[in-house]
Each structure stands twice: as structure tokens, then as C-alpha cells.
């Protein structure tokens, strides 16, 4: 399945968007990518097919997060928190909660999506990145069980609502 724009722009073929117009290096950290934000729904359709182990997280006044987990990372989707005004001066600008959006965590997970969704792709490592031998992630892809471990995966990704605690967690997971 080739991801696309659902402006009907590309279908799989050369015109399409390239890896890095789909997924760009977050702020928050080594081995994260923050995912365009018109092909999110796309993205969430495709992992929906895909059985992997999902968890979500919902505290108040604190970011929703639904987390797909897989191979080194997984997928996050954050939504937006709205928090209740008070007497008191308002939220700082620059808040540690995660902004809404989706992201990708992981290296290999980055590999496999961009395969997976046929987006053309660097040949060579990212920084930070240790390359495997071609064809690799997707066996390791393929050859995946569910089991506690993922689904404790899943909710460790599904517990990142600020910027430390997704910090903590690309750590966690050896990025």
C-alpha cells in the first residue's frame, strides 16, 4: 500500500512523497520522526490492519495517546489536551506535555514504514542510526508474535504524554 496524500496526488508511483516529506526528525529526541500531518489518517489505517499490540492512555489534563508497538519502537498518536482555566495566570507558551501529532519511534520501525508504505528512502544509515542488512526488519517484522512483552511495549509508548517521559522511553527502548 502506497501512502499517499488523500488530495489523490501520486499513487505509488514516481511523484509521490519521499520518506522525508512524510516523516521528519522530531525535536524530541534521537530515532523519533514526526509524521505529516495530511497523511496521518492513512498511516492510522494501514497500522489498523496490521495486528500489532495497541494500547492507549487517557489521563486528565493530560495528552490522549493510542500506541501501536513495533520491532525497536512503535507508533504514537498524540491528541490535543485542553486544560480548564483558572484564576491564576495562564500555562507557560512552552508547555513539557507532547503537542498533538503522530510519531514514529524507532529506527527500524522507520525502515519498515517506509518500506511497508513504498515511500523511496535513504540509502545510507540516518545519524544515530545502525543500519542492518537489507531485508532484515521486514523478517523481523514478519516473524512477530504477540505476547506480554509487545503489549508491554505498547503501554510503555502509550504512557508518553510530556517530553521527558518520551525521552525516558526512546531510551527504555535502545533506539
Known amino acids: ?10 499513487s505509488g508511483v514516481p511523484g509521490g512523497p519521499r520518506w522525508d516529506e512524510v516523516f521528519t526528525p522530531s525535536d524530541l529526541g534521537s530515532g523519533v520522526f514526526d509524521v505529516r500531518w495530511d497523511l496521518r489518517p492513512r498511516l492510522r489505517r494501514w497500522l489498523a490492519t496490521q495486528d500489532l499490540p495497541t494500547a492507549s492512555g487517557r489521563e486528565a489534563h493530560r495528552p490522549a495517546v493510542d500506541a501501536w508497538a513495533m520491532l525497536d519502537g512503535g507508533v504514537i498518536a498524540v491528541s490535543a489536551v485542553t486544560l480548564p482555566a483558572g484564576p491564576g495566570p495562564s500555562p507557560a507558551p512552552s508547555s513539557p506535555l507532547l503537542g498533538p501529532g503522530m510519531r514514529v519511534i524507532g529506527y527500524r520501525t522507520l525502515r ?10 535513504p540509502a545510507q544509515a540516518l545519524r544515530g542510526e545502525h543500519l542492518d542488512v537489507p531485508g532484515v526488519v521486514a523478517d523481523l517484522y514478519d ?21 521527558s517521559t518520551l525521552r525516558w522511553v526512546v531510551t527504555a527502548l535502545r533506539v
Open 1 to 10: 500500500m502506497a501512502i499517499q496524500p488523500d488530495t489523490g496526488v501520486g
Open 112 to 121: 519498515l514504514l517506509i518500506d511497508r508504505l513504498e515511500l523511496p528512502g
Open 143 to 163: 516473524a512477530r508474535r504477540s505476547d506480554a512483552e509487545a503489549t508491554e511495549q505498547a503501554e510503555l509508548l502509550a504512557s508518553c504524554t510530556d517530553r
